[in-house]
T-cell receptor, first 116, second 112 residues
Framework: EAGVAQSPRYKIIEKRQSVAFWCNPI?????LYWYQQILGQGPKLLIQ????????DSQLPKDRFSAERLKGVDSTLKIQPAKLEDSAVYLC??????????????FGDGTRLSIL | GESVGLHLPTLSVQEGDNSIINCAYS??????FIWYKQESGKGPQFIID?????DKRQGQRVTVLLNKTVKHLSLQIAATQPGDSAVYFC???????????FGTGTRLKVLA
């Protein structure tokens, strides 16, 4: 099966500009996650969707970050305006929703964002 | 390519030896755990998982051990190969949710 697709792979912008990332999860996966991974650290959850609804966005800096998954399939994550500390890799992951609640997440290769 | 983690704890092992990577988790109620492998420039890749009602689970060349008493997880890799060089993360599932919390990671270097 095709994996999680993310684009772009790399993005360089200046601070205060805006940027958007796109993710297409594995077909049929109801749950979609966006993570931020700063160099040298583990991934940190930003937002979790189940179908087209937000399940957890408690760690999303809502003054500048937004995300949507309008049709319950692909998703976009936006930053506006960007700050220097937003430089990181933004990972998208998805997992299936079955009768058994414990299913591993499958990750895309991420978008590496550099803020100048 | 740029490293996933420049300042992570590092474990260096000789090719062919066994590797043991350790992880301490935070929530005694966590009911599901996953080990991921992350190579430079790539996303985390699922290796093996274990549920809290188990102490040990084996896969191909990998074994995960869970000690709930001390909230400790370990990943054992048998006959370590150069392709095993990567950063390894453990993740625990927040009980009652689909939210995962990742550890800080360990860099595994395989020496030829």
């Amino acid at each position: 099966e095709a994996g999680v697709a993310q684009s772009p792979r790399y993005k360089i912008i200046e601070k205060r500009q805006s940027v958007a990332f796109w993710c297409n999860p594995i077909s049929g996966h109801a749950t979609l996650y966006w993570y931020q991974q700063i160099l040298g650290q583990g991934p940190k959850l930003l937002i979790q969707f189940q179908n087209n609804g937000v399940v957890d966005d408690s760690q999303l800096p809502k003054d500048r970050f937004s995300a949507e998954r309008l049709k319950g399939v692909d998703s976009t994550l936006k930053i506006q305006p960007a700050k220097l500390e937003d430089s990181a890799v933004y990972l998208c992951a998805s997992s299936s929703l079955t009768g058994h609640s414990n299913q591993p997440q499958h990750f895309g290769d991420g978008t590496r964002l550099s803020i100048l | 390519g740029e490293s996933v983690g420049l300042h992570l704890p590092t474990l260096s092992v000789q090719e062919g030896d066994n590797s043991i990577i350790n992880c301490a988790y935070s929530n005694s109620a966590s009911d599901y755990f996953i080990w991921y492998k992350q190579e430079s420039g790539k996303g985390p890749q699922f290796i093996i998982d274990i549920r809290s009602n188990m102490d040990k689970r084996q896969g191909q060349r990998v074994t995960v051990l869970l000690n709930k008493t001390v909230k400790h997880l370990s990943l054992q890799i048998a006959a370590t190969q150069p392709g095993d060089s990567a950063v390894y993360f453990c993740a625990e599932k927040d009980p009652g949710t689909y939210k995962y919390i990742f550890g800080t990671g360990t860099r595994l270097k395989v020496l030829a």
